[in-house]
């Protein structure tokens, strides 16, 4: 009964490469979330998304791209993979119902990406 | 999003309650304030939160001073596998389109000696 589930757990991979990675959540929340942690520990939201609006943070590069094919799922595309790529990245989702509980988030395992 | 500060560690022995602290004087009428922890090589995990009044869950208590400036997480009895990284967050919570997300902090470091 796993709430928000991320694969693949380990994903290491050529620099210039594209790869994705998928999240779903099963706890019927409105929106999703993807973070990214690195070497420092600092983790920093890349990107939020509800059926309605997606928000970018700036400092994220245009090779990353989130894809959400439905409500319980929202995927993290990278295209052309740079070293400094390497990271944690975490997805997570919270309920939308009232807005103190937006900040309610739960988070997945994490993927642990390493870029050669 | 109010500022927090934290201790950036902490000690405490199994069994005891770990009291972990957060400034946040610059905290505004609306902002709710949110604890997170994260255990190592895990996501981060949802604690509490509260606005005002004193909360308790099955994990935790919140204790907001009166001022809202500082507040303190309290894990009753702490256990080895209370040690991990505990952040205190201040947000006012989504009020319009999509949230922000989460400005982590660097958090506190609690070390459960056994």
């Known amino acids: 009964d796993t709430a928000v589930s991320q694969t693949p757990k380990y994903l290491v991979t050529q620099m210039g490469n594209d790869k994705s990675i998928k999240c779903e959540q099963n706890l019927g929340h409105d929106t999703m979330y993807w973070y990214k942690q690195d070497s420092k520990k600092f983790l920093k939201i890349m990107f939020s998304y509800n059926n309605k609006e997606l928000i970018i943070n700036e400092t994220v590069p245009n090779r990353f791209s989130p894809k959400s094919p439905d409500k319980a799922h929202l995927n993290l595309h990278i295209n052309s993979l740079e070293l400094g790529d390497s990271a944690v990245y975490f997805c997570?989702?919270?309920?939308?119902?009232?807005?103190?509980?937006?900040?309610?988030?739960?988070f997945g395992p994490g993927t642990r990406l390493l870029v050669l | 999003d109010a500022k927090t500060t934290q201790p950036t560690s902490m000690d405490c022995a199994e069994g005891r309650a770990a009291n972990l602290p957060c400034n946040h004087s610059t905290i505004s009428g609306n902002e709710y304030v949110y604890w997170y922890r994260q255990i190592h090589s895990q996501g981060p995990q949802y604690i509490i939160h509260?606005?005002?009044n004193n909360e308790t869950n099955e994990m935790a208590s919140l204790i907001i001073t009166e001022d809202r400036k500082s507040s303190t997480l309290i894990l009753p009895h702490a256990t080895l596998r209370d040690t991990a990284v505990y952040y205190c967050i201040v947000r006012t919570g989504y009020s319009g389109g999509g949230a922000d997300g989460l400005t982590f902090g660097k958090g506190t470091h609690l070390i459960i000696q056994p």
């Open positions: 997570a989702s919270s309920p939308t119902s009232q807005i103190h509980l937006r900040e309610t988030q739960y």
């Open positions: 509260g606005l005002k």
